[in-house]
């Protein structure tokens, strides 16, 4: 297993064994799982945003924590705010990463991500101009969440 992946799964324990809230002092994380401070750093800027449902507060100094809070939201709640998340452009690798967080979020289903993932591949877009791509992708899949997830 991947040192990400082991940080990220003893941070989800900590916030199932706390209510859904825990404070890290990153150093003593790092320190009791054997890596380095920023790799802790790392895993909660990549897997812990709000878009996946977290909110990430930090306080520096001695006696300095990192809080996660994991928030709840309702499906076309979190679909909102994945759609205002995503800025002009988007590349393939990231409209991968949202697809593959709102399957593991329950937040869309499987049939329907591939669908998305499809339409948003470099392959359907073959015909767009390489420098164009990302922007059609980003109005492409925020307006196929749109379609799909609310009353408009």
């Known amino acids: 297993m991947r040192m990400s992946d082991l940080v ?15 404070e890290i002092k990153r150093n003593e994380l790092a320190e009791d799982l054997g890596c ?11 897997r812990f945003t ?3 449902g977290y909110i990430v507060e930090s306080r520096r100094g001695g006696g ?31 409209a991968e990463a949202m697809l593959n ?5 329950e937040i869309i289903e499987l049939s329907t991500a591939k669908l998305i ?15 164009k791509r990302d922007m059609v992708r980003a109005d492409l899949f925020k307006n196929m969440l749109l379609a799909s997830y609310t009353n408009t």
């Open 64 to 94: 300095g924590y990192i809080r996660i809070s994991r928030v709840k939201m309702d499906r076309t709640t979190a679909v909102m705010h994945i759609i205002n998340s995503v800025g002009n452009t988007l590349d393939k690798a990231a």
């Open 101 to 105: 967080n709102m399957l593991s979020g």
């Open 8 to 22: 990220a799964r003893y941070i989800l324990e900590m916030l199932d064994e706390q209510n859904g809230s825990a």
């Open 117 to 131: 993932a499809a339409a948003l591949s470099d392959r359907a877009l073959k015909s767009v101009e390489q420098d």
């Open 50 to 52: 709000p878009e996946q």
């Open 36 to 46: 380095v401070p920023s790799q802790i750093n790392y895993v909660i800027t990549s």
